[in-house]
């Protein structure tokens, strides 16, 4: 099916290297707020093993894509997306020098990818076949459609907050970085779902039936990421906040989002959510690609990166 929405003006997608060096960044490395340090710091643990399945699966994807520019596209996200992987596993394991035990949180969130997402989830053998195995393929090219357009919208915010100038410099600096870039590809995702899809029909029933999926589960992993890592800091009055309810949690973040802008409000999330309903709905217009360049031009830890990068390829 031909995909709607794309340009040949795009910028061409590459993956830059970061160096960042995270030894002297705060647990609570937003200040007053450990509630949001937790919940974003979570996000460390479920970026790894959730982008390395990304690239699994788009490098499975690949063969099946007619359109040549698409592919470029695609292959520069699996890159873009293998560097983020790498970025927060190092993340992951400043955690662990904080004292943070991530085993349990990674556990489940690997058992999902590996398991559950797989290839055979659960060992079904029949998804072997042929005509299964596709279906199979374009229903998990479909979730990271899903999964992309909340990186798309969360980047899309960041970029426009000044929040976190407060905050940590290394850590925001990362994940800021990171966002810009999920702005940057944000369409890529969403196009390839749609290249896949035989019908227009399907692909708009399809996209749905996903992200209602998709939705609570990632609102979930987001809050259990928080709980897990709250319930060990050292602090007794911030463990209290491992035994909030996922919804208590994204209370808690309209009202953190409203007064402060340290978390996008989960009414800002509902709202650019709702949007996907739109049979015409395409990332293009969900952010500002000059925008997020212009981050990344900027950004200590893509610039460290550049310049460690050439400094290697002289030697």
């Known amino acids: 099916m031909k995909t709607q929405g794309r340009s040949e003006t795009r910028p061409r997608l590459q993956a830059r290297r970061v160096a960042f060096d995270l030894s002297r960044s705060p647990l609570h490395w937003i200040p007053g707020d450990p509630l949001s340090s937790h919940l974003i710091n979570g996000i460390n643990l479920l970026l790894p093993a959730g982008e390395l399945w990304f690239c699994r ?3 499975q994807a690949l063969p099946h894509i007619t359109d040549p520019l698409l592919r ?3 292959q520069g996200f699996i890159r873009q997306e293998g560097m983020h992987a790498q970025a927060h596993r190092k993340a992951e394991k400043w955690l662990q020098d904080q004292g943070m035990d991530v085993t349990a949180y990674r556990r489940r969130v690997d058992f ?3 398991q559950l997402l797989g290839d055979t989830p659960l060992g079904l053998k029949p998804l072997q076949h042929r005509w299964l195995a596709r279906h199979w393929l374009i229903v998990r090219v479909g979730i990271v459609a899903a999964v992309e357009h909340f990186t798309g919208l969360l980047g899309d915010w960041c970029m426009n907050s000044e929040s976190w100038d407060k905050a940590d410099p290394v850590v925001a600096d990362l994940f800021r970085w990171h966002l810009a870039e999920e702005v940057e ?3 890529v995702a969403f196009d390839l779902f749609e290249h896949l899809c035989r019908t227009q029909a399907g692909f708009y029933l399809s ?3 996903l992200m209602a999926l998709v939705f609570p589960l990632f609102l979930q992993f987001i809050a259990e990421g928080g709980r ?10 911030v463990r209290r906040l491992a035994r909030r309810t996922t919804l208590r949690i994204l209370l808690d973040i309209e009202r953190i989002g409203r007064r402060n802008d340290n978390v996008p409000t989960f009414s800002l999330i509902l709202g650019r959510t709702l949007r996907w309903i739109a049979p015409g709905f395409h990332p293009e217009t969900e952010g500002d690609t000059a925008q997020a360049l212009a981050y990344i031009a900027r950004s200590p830890a893509a610039n460290a990166g550049a310049k460690r990068a050439a400094q290697g390829a002289l030697h």
């Not at 897990?228 to 009055?237: E, I, K, R, V």
């Open 228 to 237: 897990s890592l709250a319930g060990q800091d050292p602090d007794p009055q």
């Open 185 to 187: 590809h944000r369409s």
């Open 72 to 74: 470029e596209e695609v």
């Open 57 to 59: 699966v788009y490098n």
């Open 207 to 209: 996209r749905q039936a």
């Open 112 to 114: 999902v990818f590996q």
